[in-house]
T-cell receptor
């Protein structure tokens, strides 16, 4: 069975601070995919990134960066120079390569509040 | 940019009533999903659907739930006799391919309130 743990329930930072959201996953499968989704106050789920288990290269997209480490089963997300618009709940999710449709397994989410 | 749409945005119903939640997946996507998020909790998988049949379903998706692709564009979730605990945000998602190599894109959700 797959499991995603986001130990940080809520984080509050002051604007322009850097913040890292932690994600630890569990799976026995060797081929799997990791995702981050953002849920702003309006409620929708916005896709941010997908990584596969064979690609441990870190990724940077603007102020966002992701650190994937298989050795620690972690896929952490860093926001540099946070802004008020970054305030949202962030979900880490996992799916495994399988026949048929593969549901996403979500963590419980981390609520990020960025204060001006 | 293509997006998944859902209607209504908010549905209020009385316990025991039937509700139908509607979704229009991205047009070239072939795989469809429903997820549920009880207020303040994590997003949970309900069901996946491909080629006019259910591919996988979770324990939550019991006999009171059903899904249908009534035409070439809509994908619906029906709850036959709603319970108080069905109150949640229901998200529809679609992906171009079945395997987890492909990203599931989510709609804005329907907030269901059962009174």
């Amino acid at each position: 069975a797959q499991k995603v743990t986001q130990a940080q329930t809520e984080i509050s930072v002051v604007e322009k601070e850097d913040v890292t959201l932690d994600c630890v996953y569990e799976t026995r499968d060797t081929t799997y995919y990791l995702f981050w989704y953002k849920q702003p106050p309006s409620g929708e789920l916005v896709f941010l990134i997908r990584r596969n288990s064979f690609d441990e290269q870190n990724e940077i997209s603007g102020r966002y960066s992701w650190n994937f480490q298989k050795s620690t089963s972690s896929f952490n997300f860093t926001i540099t120079a946070s802004q008020v618009v970054d305030s949202a709940v962030y979900f880490c999710a996992l799916s495994v390569l399988n026949s048929g449709n593969t549901p996403l397994v979500f963590g419980k989410g981390t609520r990020l509040s960025v204060i001006a | 940019e293509p997006e998944v749409t859902q209607t209504p945005s908010h549905q209020v119903t009385q316990m025991g009533q039937e509700v139908i939640l509607r979704c229009v997946p991205i047009s070239n996507h072939l795989y469809f999903y429903w997820y549920r998020q009880i207020l303040g909790q994590k997003v949970e998988f309900l069901v996946s659907f491909y080629n006019n049949e259910i591919s996988e379903k979770s324990e939550i998706f019991d006999d009171q739930f059903s899904v249908e692709r009534p035409d070439g564009s809509n994908f619906t979730l029906k709850i036959r006799s709603t319970k108080l605990e069905d109150s949640a945000m229901y998200f529809c998602a679609s992906s171009e391919e079945a395997y987890s190599t492909d990203t599931q894109y989510f709609g804005p959700g329907t907030r269901l309130t059962v009174l």
